[in-house]
């Protein structure tokens, strides 16, 4: 019996695929069980290939593998599309009733479980509820108490009334009960529960509740796969606060409110994908040359152009790293989990009042909808520390005055950093345009403001650099002559890897890098080093640039860019191939 569960839902687009796979999750979850799921879907609203996974123990998971215990297929495809990861003693649960699974063949050494979804739904009051009864049925196979369902058919029904609950709470028992009576299945699976009390949220989520404990009370968004969910969450959420949630015509629109709205004051967001940064690119300027702290989010996903928008993929560090028309002071965080999404988005917030310029956060697909569960105490709000930087009221309002008693927002301080007022203060009216101005943030063109300013405003990033904790996070061996690094949701596959690659006698030790820029210098590591593996999901190699850039030192590198998230054990066998070959490698699928 394997240490963990997998288990999945499939079919089409439309079928009710991720609201079934969300309800067994949060039933694990309560059930004192570790959770990690993944998706996979479509690029499209309806039709087209999906399924939901989730993996289960009473261990910390943080990554999906290649194996499949359970399978619920409610289309032919999904058996084929997940064959290579069923094994002997998998159990498939179908509807041979539907007309499209009539001639299903269930390959040799598997079980398959024939169970009349569609009717006993319509038994317990609908056939709407066909998944539901498969949950059932699978609750029996994995020997997980299926009254652990009941609060998550709560949840999610209660909206439309007790009836529907107890329809559906009907329907589970129906699934189990059939299985229980008419199968004979003699899987060996045993769901122990416990008595751990867990959150299960994915990234964006995350992001959410980070923006909205960092302070955050404005949002502007336009909707995009796979950033738009960090919208729904905070809407009403964020109302609740005071805040404000508004749905521009379009993502200029979008990044032009939330630079509005921090030029008043409020601490203010914008969240898109790749695409959408593309149109935002031309406001990334004003908002360094205006010194207007702004936190920009970019969720990636597969491009180029509209690509595979419902894919993963790391394919916008370049971008963010240099997006922009001139030279565009900024700094970059990058969350490698989906607790740290949280956390970082405060960071962002601070760092973006601490030294006024727009700073991005970049996270993907993978770990942007994925689920992971976490003890509570993960995000303590007691923890929570709030950085408005240099605000300046009218107590002090005269110390950044010139002897005019005008105001100067962009005085060229050694940090680079100006006093900032938030506006209604005594004392500290003034103008900033986008054009090249003066201390007082009226336009110029001399030559000796011009390189002041720019130099201030480049001076930020430099003072960052060397006032901020820009390290990385360390696993494996430290001694190890191996060394793999990586950014952004690789971590937790890799972090699960190293345990495949102990086991195989193969010793690394592995950084994640939460910051891109300004980033940690790693010169001395990738030295003390016989074999460096850069690990990320683009085609390329973005981060392995950077670091060869940084220590003009070659790296090999693992790239995956065909649309899916690492997992742990492709990771370690990928890794253990680059060690075998000799001198550099080409980049990899």
Known sequence: MPADLNWAIGGEAGDGIDSTGKIFAQALSRAGRHVFTSKDFASRIRGGYTAYKVRTSVERVESVVDRLDILIALTERTIDENMNELH???????DGERTTMQDVEIPEGMIGLDVPLKSLAEDAGGAIMRNIVALGAACDVADFPIENLDESLEKRFK???????????????LGQEYVQEECDHGADYDVETTDNDYVLLNGNEALGMGAIAAGCRFYSGYPITPATSIMEYLTGRLDSYGGKVVQAEDELAAVNMALGAARAGARAMTATSGAGIDLMTETFGLVATSETPLVITDVQRSGPSTGMPTKQEQGDLNMTLYGGHGEVPRLIVAPTTISECF???????????????????ISDLAMSVSEQTFPPETFDMDDVEIDRGKVVDEDSIS??????GQFQPHFP??????PRTIPGTDGGAHMTTGLEHDELGRRTEDTAVRIEQVDKRQQKVETAREDEDWNYREYGDPDADNLVLSWGSNEGAMREALDLLEAGSTDVRFISVPYILPRPDLSDEIDAAEEVIVVECNSTGQFADL??????????????YNGVRFKADELAGAIEDELAEPGEVEAKQ
């Open 88 to 94: 002997e003693g998998s159990v498939i649960i179908y």
């Open 159 to 173: 909206d439309k009334g007790q009836a529907i609950v107890e329809n559906n709470k009907k329907a589970a028992r």
């Open 343 to 361: 956390w970082k988005t405060i960071e962002a917030f601070n760092l973006a009042e601490k030294y006024q310029t727009p700073v991005f956060l």
């Open 399 to 404: 110390d950044w005055q010139n002897e005019q």
């Open 413 to 418: 301080t050694a940090d680079g950093v100006s």
């Open 547 to 560: 670091l060869e850039h940084d220590t003009l030192t070659r790296v090999k590198r693992v790239n995956k």
